[in-house]
């Protein structure tokens, strides 16, 4: 096992007593992929966290990790973050904290705002529902993406899609 990627104790602590609260084994599957997500800030998705640990689990299925991680999320160890049109993502901040979500390459950042750390929550009765918490998704285009050019155009181009997308709009 490499040592860079250990997993933080704090995080390994709360897999442990989640698990044993849910009477589920912690399996490798479940310390690796949890500590795969707790290493990295960029919010990735299935796929991405899939590529990293099949180095150290060759073995392991695309169905593994999609289903380790939902176990994550429901033992409360991570979030998923979902913007239309875009793969889900997971986070393994599980304090409250909001995204700057690029448009372009669909990049998620996160984003410290005290202030919007204490809205009060609406009254949602009327919905049937109970807003138990929030996290605010801000969308607009990272540094890579922004506009430097004032109207708006970019040489920087990710990928043919988003060149066909940006060229549609400009009809
Ligand atoms: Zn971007
Ligand atoms: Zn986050």
Redesign the pocket.
């Known amino acids: 096992m490499k040592n860079r990627h250990r997993l933080p104790p704090a995080k390994l602590l709360a897999l442990e007593a989640a698990c044993r609260d849910q009477g589920l084994p912690l399996t490798v599957q479940r310390r690796v992929i949890l500590e795969a997500l707790a290493g990295r800030d960029d919010h990735p998705t299935a796929d991405d966290i899939l590529a990293q640990v099949r180095g150290r689990l060759p073995e392991i299925s695309r169905t593994t990790v999609y289903r380790v991680l939902d176990t994550l999320v429901r033992l409360g160890l991570a979030v998923k973050i979902s913007s239309p049109g875009a793969a889900v993502r997971f986070d393994c901040r599980t304090d409250r904290h909001h995204h700057l979500v690029?448009?372009?390459?669909?990049?998620v950042l996160d984003f410290e705002a005290p202030k919007l750390n204490r809205l009060p929550l609406p009254r949602s009765a009327a919905y049937a529902f109970v807003i138990q918490d929030y996290s605010i998704h801000f969308r607009g285009?990272?540094?890579?993406?922004?506009s430097e050019r004032p109207n708006g155009r970019n040489r920087k181009t990710?990928t043919p899609d988003a060149r066909r997308a940006r060229e549609e709009n400009e009809e």
């Not at 690029?102 to 990049?107: F, N, R, V």
């Not at 285009?141 to 922004?146: F, Q, V, W, Y």
């Open positions: 690029c448009l372009q390459c669909e990049k285009l990272c540094s890579e993406c922004g990710h």
